[in-house]
């Protein structure tokens, strides 16, 4: 089956094909169409969705679908473009100062005043801001790899609105600007995955440069699926007890409720203590694996037996 064509996945079946088999990534159709379309009109993704259900994963698989590195950018509270960006390899260049004093001194003590000796020295090239001494960070490493990246900027909503702003350039044109040196273009448009748990709104002005895709907690089927696939080993029945009891826990009044991610780990758990079908004893026994306030496990061990029933 062919998948890729000049590096692209040539339908939204191979993008579906390709994401399971490489990052072993279950998506839906929705999806798959949204990364397919990324591809082809190199155009960021905007991902959002609750904490857990797959949003880094699908930027994680796609890097592995289509043979391009992941290059990732966590952001957080104060986060500036000297790290994100870049920044000046400020040791080398006091280095490379300490070895020009000496060439300084030889030309001012041969220049006539300070005239004739400000003229001598621009007459050198300056590359004390050059890009021998820049630093890249994420985002510059991703424009200047020539084979492509797979951008991850995750969870942008944890970034303040300056440093949102900041990032149009990038989602727009796929460049920066740094001060000293002018615009630098990309080699290669990377595939740019922008991930939020929309703990705050994010501006319009970003929502406009994005093709935006919400990942909801999948279905049970998707959800079984998803466990198949993730826990080879599961029994068809354990899987689908264990799905039906993480559906209907998270149709409860919890401060969190189970992601995708702690119904993976709650699938690894069982095998791995060699369960075979679940009982309120083993469930009472593994609630703190999916669950992580007190508060929710005491309200589901409050219904446990009418959850099972």
């Known amino acids: 089956m062919?998948?890729?064509?000049d590096g692209k996945p040539d339908s939204v079946e191979a993008v579906q094909h390709g994401l399971r088999a490489s990052g072993g990534y279950v998506c839906s159709k929705e999806i798959a169409t949204t990364v397919y379309l990324a591809c082809h009109m190199a155009k960021p993704i905007l991902v959002e969705g609750p904490a857990g259900v797959g949003k880094?994963?699908?930027a994680r698989s796609?890097?592995?679908?289509?043979d391009l590195p992941l290059i990732r950018l966590q952001c957080y509270e104060?986060?500036?473009?000297?790290?994100?960006?870049?920044?000046?390899?400020y040791g080398k260049q006091l280095l490379y100062t300490q070895m020009l004093k000496e060439l300084v001194?030889?030309?001012i003590m041969s220049a006539g005043d300070l005239d004739q000796s400000?003229?001598?020295?621009?007459?050198?090239?300056d590359i004390f801001f050059s890009p021998e001494f820049l630093e890249p960070r994420p985002l510059l490493k991703a424009l200047q790899l020539e084979q492509g990246a797979v951008l991850l900027i995750d969870e942008v909503d944890k970034s303040d609105q300056e440093f949102e702003a900041f990032l149009l350039e990038v989602l727009s044109?796929?460049?920066v600007t740094i001060p000293e040196l002018g615009t630098i273009t990309a080699v290669s448009k990377p595939l740019v995955f922008v991930t939020s748990n929309n703990t705050r709104e994010l501006s319009e002005a970003l929502k406009r440069r994005c093709f935006y895709l919400f990942i909801a907690y999948p279905d049970p089927d998707l959800e079984r699926e998803i466990i198949r696939s993730r826990v080879p080993g599961i029994s068809e029945k354990l899987g689908t007890q264990l799905v039906s009891f993480i559906q209907r826990v998270r149709g409860l009044d919890l401060?969190?409720?189970p992601s995708v991610s702690e119904t993976i780990d709650w699938a690894k758990v069982l095998l791995l203590l060699h369960i075979e079908a679940l009982n309120a004893d083993v469930v009472k026994e593994s609630l703190n694996i999916f669950l992580k306030f007190q508060e929710d496990i005491r309200a589901v061990e409050n219904r446990l037996h009418e959850i099972i029933r």
């Open 56 to 58: 880094t994963d699908l």
């Open 255 to 257: 401060r969190k409720a």
């Open 118 to 125: 400000m003229r001598m020295l621009h007459e050198y090239n």
């Open 173 to 175: 044109d796929f460049q």
């Open 78 to 89: 104060g986060l500036d473009e000297s790290k994100a960006l870049y920044e000046w390899k």
């Open 105 to 107: 001194d030889k030309i």
């Open 62 to 66: 796609a890097g592995l679908f289509l």
């Open 2 to 5: 062919r998948t890729l064509r």
